[in-house]
């Protein structure tokens, strides 16, 4: 298992704009998809975002066009840049580390949308 820890969440107003980051411990982050998910108040658990060891990149329908994921393999570290940010993306974010067996969590970081 790897330890991750996501940071960057907070209040913004409607239309702003954020940036989430998921440290991870380990040697094995480049080899890892990483992903970002989101839990709404009353809602299940949703895919945002995902990130593979090749960079390549899928997006829920709801973030295209708004959100982008990224990783920098040398600090062991993925983003998530949200912009143009809805009172809707209100929401406890969390990282996600897949690889083989290996399924690992943070502990989530709030962000909220509201003006």
């Known amino acids: 298992q790897v330890q991750l820890v996501e940071s960057g969440g907070g209040l913004v107003q409607p239309g702003g704009s954020l940036r989430l980051s998921c440290v991870a411990s380990?040697?094995?982050?480049?080899?890892?998809?990483m992903g970002w998910y989101r839990q709404a108040p009353g809602k299940e658990r949703e895919l945002v975002a995902t990130i593979f060891s090749g960079f390549r990149t899928t997006y829920a329908d709801s973030v295209k066009g708004r959100f982008t994921i990224s990783r920098d393999n040398a600090k062991n570290t993925a983003y998530l840049e949200m912009n143009s940010l809805k009172p809707e993306d209100t929401a406890v974010y969390y990282c996600?580390?897949?690889?083989?067996?290996?399924?690992?969590w943070g502990k989530g970081t709030l962000v909220t949308v509201s003006s």
């Open positions: 996600n580390a897949q690889l083989n067996a290996m399924d690992s």
């Open positions: 380990g040697s094995i982050f480049r080899l890892a998809t």
